[in-house]
């Protein structure tokens, strides 16, 4: 398409926020001879099933929230979720995961639970499948807050103003990358000042696997972890996400983990 702004992978989640619903976009409507009924209370929300996305064909459109439809931002169509709401979306193929802000209607067929915005399907990997297993989760507050809370402790200003570096052991390669997150290198051998609840999320002999699974974490998971970075302790390098302020948030992070089928573990550092 032209026009297509660059770095599209690179496109930030929506930024969920507990938003007043649209009175006429919560209404009991029918297509095709079925009526929906949108949830308007803040129940729990987490369906697995097919997605879909839309793209060129409604740019520029009205979405149901009488907002205009653009195919570069982050947004989804939902039969029944509240408009406005936010959601996190998890491919059930790769355990990629976005967030999205539902402010359309639709798809509305049996067999599809959500309509992505093209950006968001590119994110997760499948705009050439056409539609993928997907897991919808409507965020509530308290999670809303969570997630906020761990972006703030993310984004000061030190870490917006300075470059990100990585600190290696002297005759390893340097390859990690960070997207969204603190990535770093570390030795363990030099002293902690703060003792904190951490989740570990592998241990490798190798560097390049390390590096690549950090990159992965730092991509995907910006929205829960603080930080990703490496301790190279017992000839192994193992990944640390942390620190967190508490057990429970760490807790939480890992079970947002472990619907991936990765098993992190909490600890204390």
């Keep these: 398409m032209e026009d297509t702004p660059e770095d599209l992978q690179k496109t930030p989640d929506a930024i969920p926020r507990v938003e007043p ?13 079925k009526t929906y009924v949108p949830i308007t209370d803040n129940r729990p929300y987490r369906v697995r099933g097919y997605g879909s996305w839309y793209g060129k064909k409604f ?4 979405t149901s929230s009488g907002e205009v439809y653009d195919m570069f931002k982050m947004t989804a169509a939902h039969p029944t979720l509240p408009i406005p709401c936010y959601a996190r979306v998890t ?16 798809p509305f067929h049996s067999d599809r639970i959500i309509d992505l915005s093209y950006t968001a399907a590119m994110k997760l990997g499948y705009l050439n499948q056409g539609s993928t297993l997907l897991e919808v989760e409507h965020l509530l507050p308290d999670e809303i807050e969570r997630i906020n809370l761990a972006r703030t402790r993310n984004s000061t200003p030190e870490q917006q103003s300075t470059p990100q ?8 390669k340097t390859s990690a990358a960070s997207v969204g997150t603190t990535s770093s290198v570390v030795n363990a051998n030099q002293p902690s000042k703060i003792v904190a609840y951490y989740l570990q999320l592998g241990a490798y002999q190798q560097i390049d696997n390390a590096q690549t699974t950090q990159a992965e ?3 995907n998971w910006a929205h829960i972890l603080p930080s990703v970075e490496l301790v190279i302790t017992d000839d192994y390098y193992r990944l640390f996400a942390g620190p967190f302020n508490s057990q429970e948030e760490a807790d939480y992070a ?6 991936t089928g990765r098993r992190p573990l909490v600890v204390r550092r």
């Design 91 to 106: 491919s059930l193929n790769t355990g990629k995961q976005v967030i999205v802000r539902v402010n359309d209607r639709g």
């Design 165 to 172: 570096t990585a600190t290696v052991m002297p005759g390893t």
């Design 21 to 33: 619903y649209a009175r006429a976009a919560n209404r009991p409507y029918t297509v095709f001879g």
């Design 254 to 259: 890992a079970q947002q983990i472990e619907s």
């Design 59 to 62: 740019h520029g459109n009205r």
């Design 217 to 219: 974490y730092a991509l």
